[in-house]
């Protein structure tokens, strides 16, 4: 009975037994990054909400409905065969085309910028889902041109021409953060999938350029870039949101002023549930709480990895290039939310994974990571089908 009790124990002590069928540990990442958005999301919002609706908890309720539909997306999408979004993929891409069009003429305009498409009551933002949908075509068209991009020094022209038709739309909302994400990712995915180095060095030159090119021809991205150098030479202009970002983390110190007492959140930090929830965050949990969220998302993004590893070491390329695409997503957007809202980066509208306010940013993240549980399922039922193979041999 003990000896029992004790391989029960064992079994379930572990995060992910290797008998099991999914990943427990990428679940219960998702579920408390999930409830840790759900926490600082309200107490970040209690003065926004008074002050907008009169009513403390307006933006925790929203909040708390977003929470559920990206936890019914996650459960609809783990149902969905890995060989569906390979064989659909073109479908994905061209609604996520048809979506970022249509932002551009029944947009909705908030703070000056086109991004969200009303529906009803809720605001959805198709640039989400254009990641995902550019995330999954690149794998797919890499599975199909795999040879010719490993060996053709200009073959990844196809890609480029669809991450400049894909940029342009979003600059025209404009959208700089998401933009900057996809140019990453296709860099990223190009690498995983072994291009050759000159792929890299046109790309990241072509880059390069044209960051330079759209900061010196605009003149808001210009004084982004000149209040991110020094947000306190204008402290109540270009840099009143940096500013108060950075003395909401230099007043949290190692520990925090604990839940709810954030002094940059009323009202003095702009976008304070949103964009810059981490600087609430940093403020009430101190540099304690920014490092294990940033120990959760890295903890995330490794599962991730790991599911594409052992898809590519079972010879499923579209599932290892898509659950890498998605890891890598999910860890740029993260760092550059956190690069923002700490001053390392200049500022960029991005939210961060699971955490920030937003109904689109939330159901698509998760959606996200409903393709990972399936591809880790999968690869899972392909060990078990190769081991009994070899057991019967």
């Known amino acids: 009975m003990l000896a029992r009790l004790k391989q029960e124990w064992q079994k379930w002590g572990q995060l992910t037994p290797l008998n099991a069928l999914y990943d427990r540990s990428l679940i219960w990442l998702f579920l408390i990054l999930l409830v840790i958005g759900f926490v600082m999301v309200t107490s970040a919002a209690i003065p926004v909400s008074t002050r907008l609706y009169n009513d403390p908890f307006y933006f925790a309720v929203r909040d708390g409905v977003y929470v559920l539909a990206a936890l019914c997306a996650c459960a609809f999408i783990v149902q969905i065969p890995s060989e569906r979004w390979e064989r659909y993929n073109g479908w994905l891409f061209g609604g996520a085309l048809i979506l970022l069009l249509a932002t551009l003429i029944l947009g909705k305009n908030v703070n000056g910028a086109t991004r969200w498409i009303p529906i009803g009551p809720i605001n959805f933002q198709p640039a989400e889902l254009a990641k995902l949908a550019v995330i999954c075509y690149f794998s797919s068209f890499y599975v199909r041109k795999f040879d010719e991009m490993r060996t053709k020094n200009l073959s990844f022209m196809r890609p480029m021409v669809i991450l400049i038709f894909f940029s342009v739309l979003l600059l025209l909302q404009p959208d700089l953060g998401s933009t900057a994400v996809l140019f990453v990712l296709t860099f990223a995915m190009l690498f995983i999938m072994g291009a050759k180095v000159l792929q890299f060095l046109l790309l990241g030159a072509a880059g ?135 001053g390392l980066l200049p500022t960029k509208g991005l939210t961060f994974p699971l955490v920030s306010y937003g109904g689109s940013s939330l159901v698509i993240m998760a959606a996200a990571i409903g393709v990972l549980l399936r591809i880790d399922h999968e690869n899972r039922l392909e060990r078990i089908g190769h081991a009994h193979l070899n057991n019967d041999e």
């Open 208 to 342: 390069a350029v044209a960051f330079i090119f759209l900061v010196l021809t605009s003149e808001y991205r210009l004084k982004r870039v000149t209040s991110f150098l020094d947000p306190f030479a204008d402290a109540y202009g270009d840099g009143f949101q940096l500013s108060n970002s950075q003395m909401a983390f230099g007043q949290g110190e190692f520990w925090g002023r604990g839940l709810g007492n954030s002094v940059q959140k009323l009202e003095y930090l702009p976008e304070a549930h949103t964009d810059f929830v981490m600087a609430v965050v940093g403020e009430e949990f101190g540099l304690f709480g920014i490092c294990v969220i940033i120990a959760l998302l890295c903890a995330l993004t490794f599962r991730a990895l790991k599911i594409s590893r052992e898809a590519l070491l079972l010879e499923a390329r579209f599932k290892g290039f898509f659950a890498f695409g998605i890891g890598i997503w999910i860890f740029v957007q993260g760092f550059v939310n956190l690069g923002v809202a700490s």
